[in-house]
């Protein structure tokens, strides 16, 4: 599994309507609006980086709206609440 993370600069009134279209898109697990640089991140998850390139170039930039994007591909996953979550497997509360 891919995991990449993609920052977007945004038109200014358009913020609402670009990240409800990404959220739309297959392998985007999740959008967020944030402060900062950037208006939005997306969480993209897909199974190859074939299928990260046809998201990110194939589907993603061709939304109107978007001014610049930066993705970040993830090598590691470092997460308290994964460790958490696979240990408690089993445990009844």
């Given at each position: 599994?891919?995991?990449?993370?993609?920052?977007?600069n945004?038109?200014?009134?358009?913020?609402?309507?670009?990240?409800?279209?990404?959220a739309?898109?297959?392998?985007?697990?999740?959008?967020y609006?944030?402060s900062?640089?950037?208006?939005?991140?997306?969480?993209?998850?897909v199974?190859?980086?074939?299928?990260?390139?046809?998201l990110?170039?194939?589907?993603m930039?061709?939304?109107?709206?978007?001014?610049?994007?930066?993705?970040?591909?993830?090598?590691?996953?470092?997460?308290?609440?994964?460790?958490?979550?696979m240990?408690?497997?089993?445990?009844?509360?």
């Amino acid at each position: 599994m891919v995991t990449a993370f993609v920052l977007f600069n945004v038109e200014r009134n358009q913020v609402n309507d670009v990240a409800a279209r990404l959220a739309d898109i297959e392998g985007i697990a999740e959008v967020y609006s944030v402060s900062g640089r950037y208006d939005l991140i997306a969480i993209i998850r897909v199974p190859s980086t074939e299928q990260l390139a046809e998201l990110v170039t194939g589907r993603m930039l061709k939304l109107e709206g978007i001014r610049e994007t930066e993705t970040l591909i993830a090598f590691r996953t470092y997460s308290r609440h994964d460790l958490e979550t696979m240990f408690s497997i089993g445990l009844s509360e």
